[in-house]
């Protein structure tokens, strides 16, 4: 994800706070895995099955690590996803990920983590997702 510009991945963490425009967006400019992969963290698990068929394993298992599944995370780590394995402990509140990712200059990773617990600890959560 460390790819993508900033003001990409902004517009990846606004759609946790409800701004459906800044959704579509992503999804009509180029970005389609984004907005999937945040309606996949949302629950959505036909976002999970696109993330699969269409060559984004790794945000699949993103969103399987955020959701404390210990194989995807290993699986992000084993396949070299070490930002992206980070990324899911920043999201659980993991603050030794969180200083990780800021001593690497990767901030704006910390405030994707932000955006998403606050989403989290504000929803219902779906404990039977489908599994990476």
């Given amino acids: 994800m460390e790819e993508y ?4 991945l902004l517009a990846f963490g606004e759609t946790f706070k409800g701004n459906p425009e800044l959704h579509r967006w992503l ?3 180029g970005y389609p895995e ?20 269409n060559g984004y394993p790794e945000f699949a298992a993103l969103d399987s690590a955020i959701d404390n599944k210990v ?28 200083a990780w ?16 617990n606050h989403f989290r600890d504000n929803q219902y959560f779906d404990h039977h997702k489908k599994q990476f």
């Fill in 34 to 53: 984004l907005g999937l992969l945040s309606s996949c963290i949302r629950g959505d698990m036909r976002a999970f099955d696109w993330l699969m068929k």
């Fill in 27 to 29: 999804m009509e400019n």
């Fill in 101 to 116: 990712l800021k001593e690497q200059g990767l901030e704006i990773f910390i405030h994707l983590a932000d955006c998403i």
């Fill in 5 to 8: 510009p900033v003001k990409v």
């Fill in 71 to 98: 194989g995807a995370y290993l699986w992000l780590r084993n396949n070299d996803f070490y930002i992206l394995a980070a990324f899911a402990d920043a999201c659980n509140r993991k603050m030794e990920a969180a």
